[in-house]
Antibody, heavy 116, light 113 residues
C-alpha cells in the first residue's frame, strides 16, 4: 500500500524555521518526482514546490522562493521541506504528494501554525 | 498564473441522482502537440488524504468507481457522478498541471440532499 506520512509541523513564531518530513512507503520512492502542496485556510490548495528524481532540479512558488528548500533522501525514502523566515501567511496544512505533474498519491498532511 | 474557477462552491444532491461540478481555467490547458488536457480532479473526504479521481481531463484513476466520469477540453471541464452514493460526500478539486505554478480550483463541497 502506498503511504506518505508527513511530520514536523507545529506552532512556530513569525520569523522562525521548521523542517517538514514526508516518509514514503509501499512504492519505489527513488523513481518518482515529489511535490509539496499546502492548504491555506480560506484560500484552498496552493502548490508549493517540486523536486525531480535525483534531487538536483527543483521548482518553487514565488511566495516561498528563497525561504523554502525542498530536498530528498532516496536512501531513506524521505522528502523534506525546510522552511525559514516563516510568516503568518505560511499557516497551513502541508501535504506531500507523489508525481511530476499529476498527483497520484497524497499524505494526510501536517499542520504548521505561525503565530506569536 | 492560471486561475482555476469551480462552480458551484456547494452542491446538494439526492442519493442516486447525478452530480455535476464545473471547472474553468483562465487559459487554455490543452497541449496541442499531444492533444492532452493537463487537468486532474481530486476528492477529499474528512480525515483522509486527497485522492486522485481523474487525470488528463478524462482518464479515470485505477480503482475509481465508473460512476465518476469527466469531460471537457481547452478551458472548460466537468466532473460527473452519475448516481450519487453516501460515500461520495466530500470536497472536490480540479487541478491544472499545464504550467508552473500548478494551481487548483477553490473546491466544491458535495453533500446529500
Amino acid at each position: 500500500e502506498v503511504q506518505l506520512v508527513e511530520s514536523g509541523g507545529g506552532l512556530v513564531q513569525p520569523g522562525g524555521s521548521l523542517r517538514l518530513s514526508c516518509a514514503a512507503s509501499g512504492f519505489n520512492f527513488g523513481i518518482y518526482w515529489m511535490q509539496w502542496v499546502r492548504h491555506i485556510p480560506g484560500k484552498g490548495l496552493v502548490w508549493v514546490s517540486r523536486i525531480n528524481i535525483e534531487g538536483n532540479s527543483t521548482n518553487y512558488a514565488d511566495s516561498v522562493k528563497g525561504r523554502f528548500t525542498i530536498s530528498r533522501d532516496n536512501t531513506k525514502n524521505t522528502l523534506f521541506l525546510q522552511m525559514t523566515s516563516l510568516g503568518v501567511e505560511d499557516t497551513a496544512v502541508y501535504y506531500c504528494a507523489r508525481g511530476r505533474q499529476v498527483l497520484h498519491a497524497w499524505g494526510q498532511g501536517t499542520l504548521v501554525t505561525v503565530s506569536s | 498564473d492560471i486561475v482555476m474557477t469551480q462552480s458551484p462552491d456547494f452542491l446538494a444532491v439526492s442519493l442516486g441522482e447525478r452530480a455535476t461540478i464545473n471547472c474553468k481555467s483562465s487559459q487554455n490547458i490543452l497541449y496541442s502537440s499531444n492533444n492532452k488536457n493537463y487537468l486532474g480532479w481530486y476528492q477529499q473526504k474528512p480525515g483522509q488524504p486527497l485522492r486522485l479521481l481523474i487525470y488528463w481531463a478524462t482518464t479515470r484513476e485505477s480503482g475509481v468507481p465508473d460512476r465518476f466520469s469527466a469531460s471537457g477540453s481547452g478551458t472548460d471541464f466537468t466532473l460527473t457522478i452519475s448516481s450519487l452514493q453516501a460515500e461520495d460526500v466530500a470536497v472536490y478539486y480540479c487541478h491544472q498541471y499545464y504550467s508552473l505554478p500548478y494551481t487548483f480550483g477553490q473546491g466544491t463541497k458535495l453533500e446529500i440532499k
